[in-house]
């Protein structure tokens, strides 16, 4: 069982940077591969970044490359995505989990925390 919590949302101009963080709970988060979704009024849930379970390997979604940074702390259970150069169309709830297995598949992470809303004005 993992139990994740998400903050750092906000509001923030086009361009600018916003930092999120995910606080796990949990025996197996030490063993889990994390990872970042969003999903924009409308929309369907999308991948956006994870981060393998040593922090060894990470994956991003093509429009992120650059730009967004996942980083893992071991001693504090956290999960952060570093997001810079943002745009108006990234405003989305961002919702941090967790998976057993290596993936961008949405249907894979079995734990997820409640989102955390980020708005980029134009």
């Known amino acids: 069982q993992v139990q994740l919590v998400e903050s750092g949302g906000g509001l923030v101009q086009a361009g600018g940077s916003l930092r999120l963080s995910c606080a796990a709970s949990?025996?197996?988060?030490?063993?889990?591969?994390m990872a970042w979704f969003r999903q924009a009024p409308g929309n369907e849930r999308e991948f956006v970044g994870a981060?393998?379970?040593?922090?060894?390997?990470?994956m991003y979604v093509d429009s992120a490359k650059g730009r967004f940074t996942i980083s893992r702390d071991k001693a504090n259970s956290t999960v952060d995505l570093q997001m810079h150069s943002l745009k108006a169309e990234e405003t989305a709830v961002y919702y941090c989990?967790?998976?057993?297995?290596?993936?961008?598949?949405?249907?894979?992470?079995?734990?997820w925390g409640q989102g955390t809303q980020v708005t980029v004005s134009s």
């Open positions: 989990c967790a998976a057993r297995i290596w993936t961008w598949a949405q249907g894979a992470y079995n734990y």
């Open positions: 949990g025996r197996t988060f030490a063993s889990s591969n």
């Open positions: 981060i393998n379970w040593n922090g060894g390997l990470t």
